[in-house]
């Protein structure tokens, strides 16, 4: 059972990869209804408390992508999860050489990253995406993987259906990442002044099976339920 909005993201923790992921995250959750996760870890100090928080998290999302740039071992013991469970996953690997000397004396550097050292032998037959810069790896993440999702191809299908809700909607999404749910007066004020009623752009989401809708005290408006 996964959360249908959730993808996991592993990255070595060197400054050029991760700023590209932390842009990735930003913006996809800006464009689209996705929740990406990031195996951020520096909060965990246990071996056995860290082993079980990345098992959950991939376990619980809907697809996971892993960049094996520079072999890093804790992306390799990560997508070995993944492998194990089985998850659905897509590595991404970086190809761009250092383009000057102060470029090259960094990725060989002890905190550096080794862009060019081999996949490691186990990863080679694996589905893979293969970038030079920041645009290939979001364009070739989201044509040839994320996209493909069921959850985001039923928001392609309510953008397609509802083009002049999609950016309330994606408001909408943005509070509930922020709190784990909105309510009905949040979504009021995101709507004002729209000419879009709450009936109608929940119900055209709840149709797409985007979002589900509780009632009561503890209600509101909520990702689907895992495995939806």
């Not at 246990?46 to 094996?68: M, N, P, Q, W, Y």
Request: proline share 5%; glycine share 8%.
């Amino acid at each position: 059972m996964t959360k249908p909005e959730q993808v996991f993201v592993g990255c070595p923790f060197t400054r050029s990869l991760r700023k590209n992921y932390d842009r990735l995250k930003a913006e996809l959750e800006a464009e689209t209804p996705l929740r990406l996760v990031l195996a951020d870890t520096t909060s965990i100090s246990s071996t056995d408390s860290l082993l079980k928080h990345i098992t959950e998290l991939i376990r619980d999302s809907a697809g996971c992508v892993f960049d094996v740039t520079g072999s890093n071992p804790n992306v390799s013991l990560e997508v070995g999860i993944a492998h194990a469970m089985p998850a659905d996953f897509l590595l991404a690997l970086g190809t761009r050489k250092p383009r000057t000397s102060a470029e090259r004396k960094r990725s060989a550097g002890r905190a550096g990253l080794d862009r060019m050292r081999p996949i490691i032998a186990d990863l080679q037959g694996r589905n893979r995406i293969e970038y030079k810069t920041y645009k290939g790896l979001k364009d070739q993440l989201l044509r040839r993987y994320l996209g493909q999702l069921p959850y985001m191809k039923r928001w392609h299908e309510f953008e397609r259906s509802h083009r002049s809700y999609a950016p309330f909607a994606l408001k909408l999404f943005q509070d509930i990442r922020a709190s784990g749910r909105s309510a009905p007066r949040r979504l009021d004020a995101i709507l004002a002044g729209s000419g879009i009623s709450t009936t109608a752009l929940t119900r055209a989401l709840t149709h797409d099976r985007l979002i589900t809708v509780r009632r009561g005290r503890e209600g509101g408006y909520f990702y689907p339920a895992k495995g939806t």
